[in-house]
């Protein structure tokens, strides 16, 4: 008998058809003898009409209120859950993330998991119940208010569950049946992983891979979590993520796979006075915005003394960030500030790249033999990411899982509505 | 400076338009100088629509998974009117019943409020914030479980809060601008009553008036808590239910108001043995199916020894009342079962009554004039009612409105909308 926390997403729960479907799932898991978890994300559309109704009564609505009116949805998919539990024969007591012990920081809309303190939830499972924790949400350490995860937040729910239940696998249930060597539905003979180790994982998520938000991953990997990606439309086996890149062997350490990102904008400051600090304080004015970055570039001086500075950052923060820099514009003294969002990212991630040095020139090969021209790169040790025309970017992820001959021999079964 | 705390029905927060609307009265309340504490129900059809997606996934679902997704609706309808406020310009907390320490029995689906312990609530209006708590919900104190407190819940929610308090008066806002002698629908020159002690309005509740629930009202006069009953549509004033018929004196003391109800079903058992015991077996057969009943009529013995059984009961709950009695009908010996639904109850109310004889007949005169028969009659100190055939109805209520001269020069407005 093992401790099962399972985690399902809002597509997959969302109808009253998919919700009997996800409760038969859980119902055999727990008739097969297991202790059964289960985190539940918000019914497909009922954030979407959440954030709807809270624009119609304020464009820019206090963000307390928005984690009282966004963690309805969780409370409303669980419930109904736990009641078709009880239609199939078992019974299951649905908790919020607060009931749950889910502690947290107080940034509203962005909180962190400080504690999971999940004696209900025990105490559901010694009686024999199936416990249901509403995902995404959690309680204030501080305040005590409700607080919400940020995006992906029910994963790392899910993870932080299993990590203090102290869990035997965390299973990840959505529309994709598992991590691809790349997105299947632009490489059609994409391979599925069996295993993928942390440190890969985390790459992935890094660069744009959307199976598992990063910051569940990084819970995972802190506490020793193994996650298990499934397909809540077919029992077929997902892929496991688990294990360090130090465990393998470095004559079997491979390349595992490609992942692309469309969702950043790049941003160059051009002419700026080529002193110490002047990079710095643009880099502070981005920070005090709360806005994270990814890539920089810095070009050498001209011979006036002024350089260029090139970053990139999530398209949604694009403007705010142009509007941040141009008020420091005089007093830095720099020429411009350009934005361009129509860049897209393509990573190669794999632990063999530690003993195979080759790989960046391969890699550069295949996307010049592409016609595809490089605008920024940036390493780390098990992974290569360059920035390029968001145009070229399918034919630069072919062009790369081709080369490094990641594809099976068959074609990768893509779901209808898989969205993500 | 008071404080003041509002209650607002489903229907003045059905949309986004009505909330800010909702949410423009409560700003102008707390400029004004009040302290302002603010119940809501859930939006419109919101519960009826979770009903729906509930009864989809199980048609018996369990009542503490029931009250976990219900009570969603108040959270939404609360963090909107919140979001509302603060987009005109003052700032609002809003709060779950559990947060507001509505600490209740452990009865889902119709829990008792047992304690209220607002120290958050109080936090909140000493640092300036308008206070919103979700209505109709609480936390038992057993089970830490969150439970409902049933129909009318919301108008129970603001009483106990206002008692907690201590505030200065209860506001009852909804699409009706307060009590009227009888329900403006069928008697056009029906008159607002400005002030209703207790005792009447806990008789109008109990006789079908829908304006307060009977529970909020038992919950003020045990408090001593001052209702407001106002309409969210105009500022006109309401009516205010304070004070008890023992401050009234003798010669002031008149009749009210007319009560109707379609609601309840009537029961007959022929052919019961007149023995000890029979008629309490059967009333404990209905008690221990959860069933309350209203008015009773036993008939006198026939020559053969054997007796009638009336009761009225809700209808929701006959045809269960029918099965229960059908199984003790051997053991009991009685001949049949006999349910008929188009029944109606009128009643008078007022605290005159006590100290004028001639009520009841008149009361009787009234509806002989009117040709409608009498099926059962029971009175309380301040109260006569009547069960009579549903389709003389509204004849009824005229009837007695006239005889009395409860009525008033102007015709009485009707809201748009108002479906209660």
């Given at each position: 008998m093992a401790l099962v926390v399972q985690k399902y997403g809002g597509s997959s729960l969302e109808s009253a058809d998919r919700i009997k479907r996800v409760a038969e799932r859980i119902v055999a898991t727990k008739k097969a003898g297991n202790s059964v978890v289960v985190v539940c994300s918000a019914m497909g559309d009922t954030t979407d009409e959440l954030l709807d109704l809270a624009e119609q009564v304020?464009?820019?609505?206090p963000e307390r209120e928005m984690d009282m009116l966004l963690t309805a949805g969780e409370r409303i998919s669980n419930a109904l859950v736990a009641m078709a539990i009880s239609a199939q024969g078992a019974e299951a007591w649905s908790f919020t993330g607060s009931q749950a012990g889910v502690v947290t920081t107080s940034v509203h809309g962005n909180a962190r998991i400080i504690?999971?303190?999940p004696s209900r939830v025990t105490d559901a499972l010694e009686q024999g119940y199936i416990a249901l924790v509403a995902g995404f949400q959690g309680v204030s350490q501080d305040t005590k208010d409700i607080t919400t995860l940020g995006r992906g937040g029910s994963d790392t729910t899910a993870v932080a569950l299993a990590a203090a239940l102290d869990a035997d696998v965390c299973e990840i249930y959505s529309d994709v049946d598992g991590v691809y060597t790349a997105d299947p539905r632009i490489v059609p003979n994409a391979r599925k992983l069996d295993t993928v180790p942390y440190e890969e994982m985390l790459e992935l998520a890094a660069s744009g891979?959307?199976?598992?938000h990063l910051r569940s991953v990084e819970y995972a990997r802190r506490y020793g979590v193994p996650i298990s990606v499934r397909s809540s439309y077919s029992d077929k086996p997902g892929t496991t993520v688990t294990?360090?890149?130090?465990?393998?062997p470095v004559e079997q350490a491979l390349i595992t796979g490609v992942a692309h990102d469309r969702s950043e904008a790049k941003i160059t400051v051009t002419?700026?006075?080529?002193?110490?600090?002047a990079a710095a304080r643009i880099f502070r004015t981005v920070a005090d915005a709360e806005i994270d970055i990814d890539m920089v570039l810095q070009n050498i001086s001209n011979t006036a003394g002024r350089t260029d500075i090139t970053f990139t950052l999530s398209k949604a923060n694009g403007p705010k960030a142009v509007g941040e820099l141009e008020k420091i514009k005089n007093e830095l003294g720099f020429s411009a500030v350009l934005y361009d969002d129509h860049v897209g990212k393509v990573s190669l991630v794999g632990a063999g790249m530690r003993s195979h040095p080759g790989v960046t020139a391969s890699f550069c090969e295949a996307l010049a033999k592409a016609g595809v021209n490089i605008e920024i790169i940036n390493t780390s040790e098990i992974r290569i990411s360059v920035l390029i025309r968001d145009a070229q970017l399918d034919d630069a992820v072919r062009a790369i899982h081709e080369a490094f001959e990641l594809g099976g021999d068959e074609e990768a079964v893509v779901y209808a509505g898989s969205g993500r």
């Open positions: 304020n464009p820019v609505p504690d999971v303190t891979s959307k199976i598992l294990g360090s890149i130090e465990e393998i002419g700026v006075p080529d002193h110490a600090g």
